[in-house]
């Protein structure tokens, strides 16, 4: 592994740059699922395993998906 990604891998925390294209994604899929009501908000907390990642946002629904089959 070169140092680039060795550096890249042992970060503590996100960049509000990274957060924002990251709940941008996240928001993509949601909507398919879900009507959501108001802003999403990621919390990435530090572990010994590595980090846990939560995401809360609020939804007035579940969508139906159809199954295409």
């Known amino acids: 592994m070169n140092t680039v990604k060795l550096i890249a891998l042992d970060r503590e925390d996100m960049t509000d740059f990274e957060r924002g294209l990251f709940l941008k994604d996240f928001k993509a899929v949601t909507d398919e699922y879900f009507e959501v009501d108001g802003d999403t908000?990621?919390?990435?907390?530090?572990?010994?395993?590595?980090?846990?990642?939560?995401?809360?946002?609020?939804?007035?629904?579940?969508?139906?998906?159809?199954n295409p089959v």
């Open 41 to 66: 908000d990621l919390e990435v907390t530090r572990t010994e395993s590595g980090f846990l990642v939560c995401v809360i946002f609020s939804a007035h629904r579940i969508k139906t998906v159809r």
